[in-house]
């Protein structure tokens, strides 16, 4: 046995007994988040929801999984979590109503890429709910989940111009001759 070999043999023996700090399995670690709210406005395209979050582990070198939630005043029919472009190679995303979920072995650097490409979009596009949403992002090591960080969303509505809808009976044209009285 080579003596590379053997200090792994001894190490992995008193991580086992818990006899060595060292051992102990830290959890991932995300920081730089965004502090100001993101401000959504109605009719804008989906907007990522960070591009300056980043991911450390001091243990691990690849995370499994993360995800990412609307936690706070999420509207169903309006609000939509996607992922812009395609993830890196062994991460897979998974949508499903609030929460957004990224599933795979990644380097720290592909999740913290694939973070940065989560966006949001608000469908309803003539009166949507202006209730600040907070998204909520954890990430995993397989062993361990990162403390959570947050970022609100201010979601603006827009005066809507009126529109003159013309395909219902609301609206009826009559030939009029130029001598009529006027019906008031």
């Known amino acids: 046995?080579?003596?590379?070999?053997s200090k792994r043999l001894v190490l992995i023996m008193l991580c086992s007994l818990a006899w060595l700090p060292a051992c102990d399995n830290a959890p991932p670690?995300?920081?730089?988040?965004?502090?100001?709210?993101?401000s959504y406005t109605e009719d804008d395209a989906a907007t990522e929801i960070t591009t300056t979050i980043t991911v450390s582990d001091t243990d691990d070198r690849k995370l499994s999984a993360a995800s990412i939630q609307i936690s706070n005043n999420y509207q169903k029919s309006e609000d939509?979590?996607?992922?812009?472009g395609s993830p890196p190679t062994g991460i897979t995303v998974n949508r499903n109503n609030d929460t957004l979920t990224l599933i795979g072995s990644?380097?720290?650097?592909?999740?913290?890429?694939?973070?940065?490409?989560?966006t949001y979009r608000n469908t309803n596009t003539t009166a949507p709910k202006t209730s600040t949403r907070t998204v909520t992002i954890t990430v995993s090591d397989g062993k361990n989940d990162s403390e959570s960080v947050n970022r609100d969303i201010i979601v603006k509505d827009v005066n809507d111009a009126p529109i003159l809808d013309d395909?219902?009976?609301?609206?009826?044209?009559?030939?009029?001759?130029e001598d009529a009285?006027?019906?008031?």
């Open 106 to 118: 990644g380097k720290l650097s592909d999740y913290q890429s694939a973070l940065r490409a989560i």
């Open 80 to 84: 939509k979590l996607d992922y812009n």
């Open 29 to 38: 670690v995300l920081a730089n988040i965004e502090s100001e709210a993101l």
């Open 167 to 177: 395909t219902k009976d609301a609206l009826k044209l009559e030939p009029v001759s």
């Open 181 to 184: 009285e006027v019906p008031f």
């Open 1 to 5: 046995m080579n003596l590379k070999r």
